[in-house]
């Protein structure tokens, strides 16, 4: 038989036990916030005591406008992740271009080398 709290309203054990949890770092403590504020608003939308904002959110959600709009942004990042290597790599071969001119510059044959390869 589920628990009731002082104001008469039933008590899930299994909600109270997600509550109970330490978040340990600020991005965890930000989902479990998120989280408790998507569970809040289910249970208000089936409740029926939703606020007409709340509702509107969750029609927004789950539009194919919206949708499309998540796709093209995921899209969008792993488009700028890989511009990001390749220019990345790109700088690393031109900097290996040009430690290599350095280095056959730096190089020079004296007479004493030319000597021992004749014949």
């Known amino acids: 038989m589920p628990r ?11 909600s109270k036990k997600k509550t ?14 998120i989280s408790a504020a998507y569970d809040l608003a289910e249970k208000r939308i089936l409740n029926g005591t939703a606020s007409s904002q709340e509702i509107i959110h969750f029609l927004r959600m789950g539009s194919e406008k919206e949708k499309l709009e998540r796709i093209k942004l995921e899209e969008e990042n792993k488009l700028l992740r890989e511009k990001t290597k390749s220019l ?6 031109e900097q290996i271009l040009k430690d290599g001119l350095k280095a056959l510059g730096n190089y020079r044959l004296t007479e004493s080398e030319d000597d021992t390869y004749e014949d």
């Open 4 to 14: 009731r709290s002082n104001s008469g309203q039933e008590v899930n054990s299994e």
């Open 20 to 33: 109970n949890k330490i978040a340990i770092s600020p991005r965890a403590r930000e989902n479990q916030i």
């Open 88 to 93: 990345a790599a790109s700088t690393n071969i």
